[in-house]
């Protein structure tokens, strides 16, 4: 199946088919993406470090490249997704990049929450080799990626994301434009922002009802149709047998693991403190997703954080017991 989409005419290009994408980047969210494209008929050629991520993709058909350079070759559009910003550059930059091998007027789609600075640079490593760059990072952890559900949050010019927007379609329900190039992965911080925050402050919210030995089935009830609502208690209420889709119910099976989300809020207070902006609510939630790797629970999602405030708590009653004594 060929996807067309049309670019200015400033392109050498003028007709710009999407029929081989690679996807750089396989991990928890990278999988099930690539997966989609695969079953939307697009020809994939996939890279990860992991070789049973790689070995799990070519099972359901696609091709597999021994380098990002090599998954680039012949590309049409590269996607990667991973971790962190120099997973990013290594994976772009220099003589075994995909950037070396992609052809002028050819797109790379970096669908990575990384900092907008190390964006922004492999965004003009690109255009020096005539290679158009989005940034485009989304929220909607592996149920979304699986069911193709994701927010897609794009910086760039109109034209590339036109031009990308059939295979983001496949992968998202919802594409939002947020500006230039950087601009994607700022909206995506300030979102880990708000995500981080609230998912503290609703297991904060149980951890107390617990103790007050309140049904937590009937603070969802409430809190679901008052102000308390949000986003992270619809999905994520943290104690089992309020919400059968919530992680909890599965011993915290990630969608989001608290490390990424340490490590988003991270970027989102180096990004501040670069631009002067002081976010102390941001620093206590990430205090409080570190103490989760500390305590070895990293890999959880992170509405987890419950156990560690649980945990907190239950010492902090001992110790006023002690106290008391």
């Not at 794009?154 to 190039?181: F, K, M, Q, T, W």
């Amino acid at each position: 199946m060929r996807k067309t989409a049309v670019l200015p005419n400033d392109w050498i290009i003028m007709s710009f088919s999407i029929t081989r994408i690679a996807f750089v980047g396989l991990g928890t969210m990278g999988q099930p993406m690539a997966a989609r494209l695969l079953d939307a008929d697009y020809e994939v050629v996939g890279y990860d470090q992991n070789p049973n991520a790689l070995r799990e993709l070519t099972e359901r058909g696609a091709l597999k490249a021994r380098s990002a350079h090599e998954a680039a070759e012949h590309a049409d559009l590269v996607i990667t997704m991973l971790p962190n910003g120099p997973h990013v550059q290594a994976a772009t930059s220099g003589a075994d990049g995909a950037l070396c091998a992609m052809r002028p007027g050819s797109l790379l789609v970096d669908m990575s929450t990384i900092d907008p600075e190390t964006s922004t640079e492999v965004c003009a490593e690109a255009a020096a080799r005539g290679v158009r760059m989005l940034d485009a990072p989304v929220s909607g952890s592996s149920a979304g990626a699986l069911d193709g559900t994701l927010t897609i949050m794009v910086g760039g010019p109109v034209d590339s994301l036109e031009a990308a927007r059939p295979v983001l379609s496949v992968l998202g329900r919802r594409i939002v434009h947020c500006g230039p190039n950087g601009s994607g992965v700022a909206v995506k911080l300030a979102n880990q922002i708000m995500a981080g925050a609230s998912m503290a402050a609703v297991a904060e919210g149980f951890v107390l009802a617990e103790r007050l030995g309140l049904d937590p089935r009937l603070l969802f009830e409430v809190a679901s149709a008052s102000s308390g609502n949000c986003w992270s208690l619809q999905t994520r209420p943290p104690v089992a047998g309020v919400l059968d889709t919530s992680p909890a119910e599965k011993g915290f099976a990630p969608g989001f693991m608290g490390a990424l989300m340490c490590k988003d809020l991270d970027l989102a207070l180096a990004t501040a403190r670069t631009n002067a902006v002081d976010l102390p609510l941001t620093r206590q939630a990430r205090d409080l997703y570190a103490r989760m790797s500390a305590a070895g629970i990293g890999e959880l999602d992170f509405s987890a954080v419950f156990t560690v405030l649980r945990g907190s708590e239950a010492d902090s009653g001992a110790d006023s017991g002690d106290e008391m004594a």
